[in-house]
């Protein structure tokens, strides 16, 4: 019985990592309908900026922090503001297109950059402290952390939304662009803000990431699903419903790889295929996708 | 007074007529061509044809499909399949690979199509990762690192090397040209008309008595079964499949997507053009490995950025050609010897 | 209502013209607007009046020099460049946005944080039927009120000039009595002000000129006292 509860509390804890790689997909999606196919290679990219600057700058991962979200960020409004916007309209393919391109750049150029080697990084003792919820239950102190993160994004993300100009800047020029205009909003700037939140995520996300697990430029397709399943899941609209949909995918991928390791990823596939056939505007809203 | 449409313009003759001459010169391909060049050229009549697929679902129908993969991959398993364990001569698997895959074609048609826009374009590649790692369970065809074609079956298709290489070729020949056939009428039947009207106004077309949904998912199952006996010829040309080869992104969509994306998305000249521009760029560049992938994907940015009608749509632009006649000309003749044409 | 400025008027269009892709809807159509004047601009459907708005307001670019704004060329600047230089269109038909309260409507109106005398409580003091909605969502409120919130929005940004679309569409007349009775203390403020309607009478009682439109021109143009029913009406209808 432990053992489930164990394999469910994994489940629960990677479903937060899910949440943040949706997160940003669903913020963009939100505010520009726009969605992003170099999302994952972005969380990627992230995770080698956290790479050079452990070993160019001898600190810990999450000090990196510090020096990628911003980068990150910066990289996100310079993305949307010159390249992106130039793709939003009427026509879907060419945000597609262009951001399919990116993903193929980023991941070839990390490749020629650093080798398809496996990196990962070392967070020291965090890595292998654990924790005791109740007897016979443990928990990684990092899983535990990297959850508790999820969770600060998402409420930090749903402020921001609610709460703040900033927010409402969003949201307004999600309805109507046009409108937002008249209120003084220069919509490539509202976007460009839109996307370096977004990519602040990815940066959170990537870290987390490059400390869990290994990493390597071409395992950043795998992350978008992972985040666009997330999403599916938990319904469009909600970032709380997002959240929701992280963890479903992070238990269902729990639970098929303790029946069979070599079932994990198709468990979570069929697990949002399910969703799709049975309930397709997600488990959590009343909107249609 | 009264009125015809025609298809026909003067352009679109002269294009024919080359078409007509270049199709004798390409059959008559191992009458000049090594071993080498034939294998050429049946790898660029293959991604004329999966480009030529691919835009037909998103340049035409607007389905932006990023797992197409799924069909390739499906349409060579099942070849493998029917060959090693059905006793299926090989060439007649291809066909029967595209009937099952198109069948397989109809739920997933209706899985995906729960999504719209982006996300269907997302739902289709999880399908396609659903197949791939479907296809590394199943140990009879070798999991996860495959497996080859018995010598057996190859030998079926002909007794000797050579005779075999003129085969293949000819029926990768064949393929071509019928998946252009295919897509041509197509889109002259009322199924094209419908499908440009629904390019052009969903909402204007659903008004006017078009079935979308029906038209869709028609083009989806068709493109399917074609894009999966394509797939089957292709691996039964390798020999070889696993399911990392069958099922890759990017070789059977990030290739495809670009050469449709360079050579013009959404008229049928735009794949041709771009698979020869694709495998110039290859022939030259392939050296650079990683490089290549790169600029590849550069190119493919700018050019949306600022040419979205691709090559073949600055050329339309500019000098209104067209090879295959496909534009609906609508003549009024108030008598026999006067007419004037109105383009649609 | 106060005394226009006698001094270069605030709004100047010269020469207008407006295109939808091939389709020309204003043909070199002047007019203008003095500081704190209230003006109407009238006309059939399709006269090209809330072109006219939408080209003031930066939706539509045109030649820098046919729109001059408090003595700046302003047509070839985008809509929110236009905004931050006082000029608030209250767009046709609402549009609100429905995402966000009515509060949230009217904060986001104020965004660009210009200076002036209307702040949240001096609106809800104009009209307390929003102060008493400010939580709701703005599309659960009933059209009058929801122009009510639109009108509210643009004068959040403290404007120079006001542009109105049509803020008479759809509504009961009743309503339509309600909302212009707001007007004069909007006005009292030194707020320059274009009205746009179908409704010409109400219009007419509110202004002091009257621009009237037919398919993009001006045809007709004078004070609201001295132009009478038959004139207008001609020009209205191309008589």
Redesign the interface.
């Known amino acids: 019985m432990t053992d489930w509860i164990n394999v469910i509390l994994q489940g629960v804890l990677v479903g937060g990592l899910y949440a943040m790689f949706a997160a940003g997909l669903s913020l963009i999606?939100g505010v520009m309908?726009?969605?992003n196919?170099a999302h994952g290679d972005l969380i990627v990219l992230a995770a080698y900026l956290a790479l050079v600057a452990t070993q160019t700058l001898g600190i810990g991962p999450l000090v990196s922090l510090l020096i990628v979200v911003p980068l990150m960020a910066a990289i996100g409004y310079a993305l949307q503001r010159f390249?992106l916007n130039?793709?939003l309209g009427e026509?879907?393919?060419?945000?597609?297109?262009?951001t399919?391109?990116?993903?193929?750049?980023i991941?070839?150029?990390l490749?020629?950059l650093f080798t398809a080697d496996d990196r990962k990084l070392d967070a020291g003792a965090l890595e292998v402290a654990t924790v005791r919820l109740v007897e016979g239950v443990y928990v990684g102190l990092l899983p535990l952390l990297q959850f508790a993160v999820a969770v600060a994004v998402i409420a930090a993300l749903q402020f921001v939304f609610y709460r703040t100009?900033l927010g409402?800047?969003f949201?307004?020029t999600?309805?109507?662009p046009?409108?937002?205009?008249?209120?003084?909003?220069?919509?490539r700037h509202v976007f460009a803000l839109a996307m370096a939140l977004s990519l602040a995520v990815v940066a959170i996300a990537g870290v987390f990431l490059a400390i869990r697990a290994d990493f390597d430029p071409s395992i950043g397709?795998a992350r978008?699903?992972f985040g666009?399943?997330a999403v599916?899941i938990g319904g469009l609209g909600s970032l709380w419903g997002t959240f929701a949909g992280g963890l479903v995918l992070g238990v269902a991928q729990a639970i098929g790889a303790h029946i069979n390791p070599?079932?994990q990823?198709?468990a979570g596939?069929?697990a949002?295929?399910v969703i799709?056939?049975i309930r397709?505007e997600g488990l959590f809203t009343k909107g249609r996708? | 007074m009264s009125v015809r449409v025609t298809f026909a313009s003067r352009s679109s003759r002269i294009g024919l007529a080359l078409c007509a001459i270049g199709f004798v010169a390409l059959a008559a391909a191992p009458a000049w061509g090594g071993r080498d060049d034939l294998q050429l050229l049946a790898q660029i009549y293959s991604y004329v044809a999966l480009a030529s697929l691919w835009n037909l679902l998103?340049g035409y129908a607007g389905l932006?499909s990023?797992g197409q993969q799924a069909y390739v991959g499906l349409g060579a398993y099942l070849l493998f399949a029917f060959g090693i364990f059905g006793g299926v001569p090989l060439l007649a698997a291809i066909p029967l690979a595209g009937l099952i895959a198109a069948a397989v074609a109809v739920p997933i048609a209706a899985?995906v199509f729960?999504?719209?826009?982006?996300?269907f374009?997302?739902?289709t590649?999880?399908?396609a990762?659903?197949f791939r790692?479907?296809a590394?369970?199943v140990s009879v065809l070798g999991g996860g690192s495959g497996t080859s074609l018995p010598a057996s079956l190859i030998i079926a298709i002909a007794p000797s090397r050579q005779l075999r290489d003129f085969i293949e070729y000819w029926v990768a020949l064949a393929l071509v040209v019928a998946v252009l056939l295919l897509i041509v009428l197509l889109l002259r039947s009322r199924y094209g008309l419908a499908l440009k009207a629904i390019r052009d106004s969903e909402l204007a077309a659903t008004c006017n008595g078009v079935d979308v949904i029906r038209t869709k998912i028609l083009v989806y199952i068709v493109t399917a079964g074609a894009t999966a006996m394509i797939g089957a010829f292709i691996f039964l040309q390798r020999l070889r499949i696993s399911p990392d080869a069958a099922f890759s992104?990017n070789d059977w969509t990030?290739f495809v997507?670009?050469i449709t994306?360079i050579g013009g998305?959404g008229r049928i000249e735009g794949p041709i053009v771009g698979t020869i521009v694709f495998f110039a760029l290859r022939q030259t560049l392939a050296d650079l490995g990683?490089?290549y992938?790169?600029m590849?994907?550069?190119v493919?940015?700018a050019i949306?950025?600022a040419a979205?009608k691709g090559i073949w749509g600055v050329v339309v632009a500019r000098l209104g050609w067209q090879i295959f006649p496909l534009e609906r000309r609508v003549i009024a003749e108030s008598s026999p010897s006067h007419s004037t044409a109105v383009k649609a | 209502m106060s005394e226009p400025s006698a001094s270069a008027p605030l709004l100047a269009v010269r020469e207008l013209d407006a295109y939808y892709g091939d389709f020309q809807a204003l043909f070199g159509l002047s007019m203008e607007v003095r500081a704190g004047e209230a003006v109407a601009v009238i006309g059939a459907n399709g006269a090209g009046k809330s072109t006219l708005l939408k080209s003031i307001?930066?939706?539509l670019r045109s030649r820098p020099d046919a729109i001059t704004f408090a003595g700046e060329p302003i047509g070839g600047l985008?809509?929110?460049?236009v905004?931050?230089r006082g000029v608030?269109?209250v767009?046709e038909g609402r549009?609100l946005?429905?995402?966000?309260s009515v509060e949230?409507n009217l904060?986001?109106?104020g965004?660009?944080k210009r200076p002036g005398p209307w702040t949240l409580s001096s609106i809800y003091e104009l009209f307390p039927v929003l102060g008493e909605r400010r939580a709701m969502q703005s599309t659960a409120l009933s059209g009058g009120q929801q122009q009510m919130v639109a009108i509210a929005?643009g004068l959040m940004?403290n404007p120079k000039l006001l542009l109105c679309d049509e803020i008479s569409l759809g509504l009961a007349p009743i309503v339509v009595r309600d909302i212009y009775a707001r007007l004069p203390a909007i006005l009292a403020a030194g707020i320059a002000l274009v009205l746009v309607e179908q409704d010409v009478v109400q219009a007419l009682k509110a202004v002091q000129r009257v621009y009237c439109l037919q398919e993009g021109r001006v045809a007709l143009s004078g004070t609201a006292k001295d132009l009478t029913r038959d004139t207008i009406a001609a020009a209205y209808f191309g008589v």
């Open positions: 999606f309908r726009l969605v196919i390249i130039r793709t026509d879907l393919l060419p945000p597609l297109l262009v399919f391109g990116l993903s193929v750049i991941q070839n150029g490749l020629a100009a409402r800047a949201r307004a999600a309805d109507s046009q409108v937002a205009q008249l209120m003084g909003l220069d919509n397709p978008l699903i666009f399943e599916i070599g079932w990823i198709l596939h069929i949002f295929l799709l056939a397709p996708a | 998103a932006v990023v899985l729960r999504l719209r826009g982006h996300y374009a997302i739902g590649w999880i399908v990762e659903v790692l479907t590394s369970q992104v990030a997507i670009f994306v998305i990683t490089v992938l790169l590849l994907g550069a493919a940015i949306m950025l979205p | 307001a930066g939706l985008p809509a929110h460049a905004a931050a608030a269109l767009p549009a946005f429905p995402s966000l949230e904060l986001i109106g965004q660009l929005r940004a």
